[in-house]
C-alpha cells in the first residue's frame, strides 16, 4: 500500500504501533452495492454502513508494484445459504466495479481517519464452491490495467460507427474509397 494514498491521521495510527486492522469492501452489483468488513458488527464510514462478517469474509492477497502492470484479487465469503448464493451468482455483472480499503480502529472500535484505498478494480467471474450444507463464493476482481492487453474492437468502418452512433453516415464510404487512385496535380 503506498504512502501517498494515506492521510497523516492514518499515518499516525500506524506509527503508533498497538494496531487493530480491518479491510472494508465495497462491491457494485445489479441490485445496487454491497458493504462488507472483516470484523463483526455495523461499522459506518463515509456515510455508508457496512456489515460485519468477522471470518467468514476472506480477500485474496493483493500487491503494489513499481511496474505497469494489471493484478487482481479475490473476494471470497463462506459459509453462505443456498439462497444466497443464487443471488450473488445472478446479481454479478462483469465490469462493476469493487474497491478494498485498509482500515485502523481505535480501541471503541470506530475508524480512524480514512482508511487507505488497497485495490481497486473491476468484477471479472464469480465462482462457487459448493458444499453439502453450505457453499464458498468467490468473486474476482482485476485491475483496470488489463485493458492494455486487449485489442480494440472499433474500426473506422460504416458498421463500427452504426454501434456507437445509430444513423451516422459519416463512415459510409470509407471502404469505397481505400483503393481509390485518383490524380493529383
Known sequence: MSTRLMTPEFAAALAAGELRPALLFEGEFASGFVRVWTGIGEIVWNGQAYSGLGTLLGVGSFEETDKIEATGTSVTLSG????LVAVAIDEARQGL???IWFALLDENHEIIADPALAFAGRLDVPGIDDGENTCT????????LIDLNRAREFRYTHESQQILHPGDR??????SIQELNLPWG
Open 97 to 99: 466495479p469493487g474497491r
Open 170 to 175: 459519416g463512415f459510409e464510404y470509407v471502404t
Open 80 to 83: 453462505v445459504s443456498q439462497e
Open 137 to 144: 463464493v468467490s468473486i474476482s476482481y482485476e485491475s483496470r
